[in-house]
């Protein structure tokens, strides 16, 4: 089993990280694009496109008739969009079988910034564990990569506990000898400590307090779930779908 | 005793930190150049002049007449330059009474940085105990002081182990209810996890072994050695010197 190397990145806002392109880029936005995705996806969404800015959304759904447009600024739902970036607006009943045109501060962000990766997918806590297998498939089958980079999306381009837990323990479920970059050892440690209270740990995060201060507390709560969707979102084409050739 | 809001920021360059005209900001940049100027003042330097660029440094020096040149680019000393970022090459018989004008690649932009708070202070492992001792009085007279920020130099503004640890120690020291950011919050784990094998762990991270591949293994073990000098230095009107009237 050969040793992997893994960085795990702040985000730094939409910029196109340069030097990706042999790379596997997992991107973690827990609190709350990620998880959300993996929602949607589970729910039956056909594909969720990440846009940087309302504008873009609404032009895009041009585009693409029937689709819905979701997101926030500053948490909350934009006006004249059908839905926020809480999990428990992407019911089945609204996202089955549709796509979603969607736009979040960061994470949405941070997708597009990853964008010239070999491969980017997304993880979040709810869907962890089918992550780690996979980038444990993909690292044996394509002995060429670069290696693994783990980008959070946190907030607003700051250091952001909830994704670098999550950064954390997919490093620990990938299981193999790894070569670590500083703010990968810390994730490693800072899970460590965490868990078994992940989710008090989450909801005393700035975004946590912050979330449940807007009356998040159920998303806080449900993002900090491990491992309920065995789902691995990859970003294909422009678009976040579900990854099933695994 | 009043809580005191304590933010760990990572270094972003040389840009002015806007937010900090009404708190304490310690700058830590524990490879090396906080440990080297805490150092220097030991050893009887006047004065550091923390400056950007090579060429700024030159220009300082024919308004400051028998002053030195230190600092390094790539962790080396530079051509020209009498003094290297080395605390070993900050010894009494070179820098003894003598002003250093100093430009590191991240230290001395940081204090730069933040150059517009009430106050500015260096801490690194070596002083570190007196730091957290001053600001405990500083909190204690100053009841209008915004906060504290510990703002880590870092590694091209990257997250950097080392200035997180010392940021934790300092936390720890302060012995007092904080309310922390995010980057607060890890910084305290952290060194918690690190304390009683802190050298190690400051030999295991990027810039540590980075030193150590370049030869300066001993800078590494002699910059993980905490609270050996009682001296807190403070950025006044441009020059970091040692703060007698605490």
């Keep these: 089993m050969n040793i992997i190397k893994v960085e795990v990145l702040p985000s730094a806002g939409s910029a196109i990280l340069p030097y990706l392109d042999d790379k596997l880029v997992v991107v973690i936005d827990v609190l709350r694009a990620t998880s959300t995705m993996v929602t949607a996806l589970a729910n039956g969404c056909q594909a969720i496109v990440p846009v940087l800015t309302a504008e873009e959304a609404v032009e895009k759904r041009w585009a693409l008739p029937g689709s819905l447009l979701g997101g926030e600024r500053r948490s909350l739902r934009m006006e004249g969009f059908d839905l926020g970036n809480s999990p428990f607006d992407y019911v089945p009943e609204k996202v089955g079988g549709k796509r979603v045109i969607m ?142 050739d695994l």
Tied chains: 1, 2.
């Design 103 to 244: 736009t979040t501060t960061n994470g949405t962000r941070a997708i597009r910034a990853a964008a010239g990766a070999k491969h980017v997918w997304m993880a979040s806590f709810l869907n962890l564990q089918s992550v780690a297998r996979a980038v444990g498939h993909k690292v044996e089958e394509e002995p060429d990569l670069g290696g693994l980079v783990i980008f959070c999306a946190g907030t607003e381009g700051r250091f952001d506990l909830p994704d670098t837990f999550c950064a954390g323990l997919l490093i620990q479920e990938l299981g193999r000898e790894a070569e670590l970059n500083d703010l990968g050892q810390a994730a490693r440690t800072l899970y460590g400590a965490a868990e078994g209270h992940l989710p008090d740990a989450i909801r005393g995060s700035e975004h946590g307090r912050r979330l449940v201060s807007l009356g998040f507390e159920q998303d806080v709560i449900y993002c900090a779930t491990c491992n309920i969707l065995p789902i691995v979102p990859a970003f294909v084409e422009g678009e976040v779908v579900w990854l099933t």
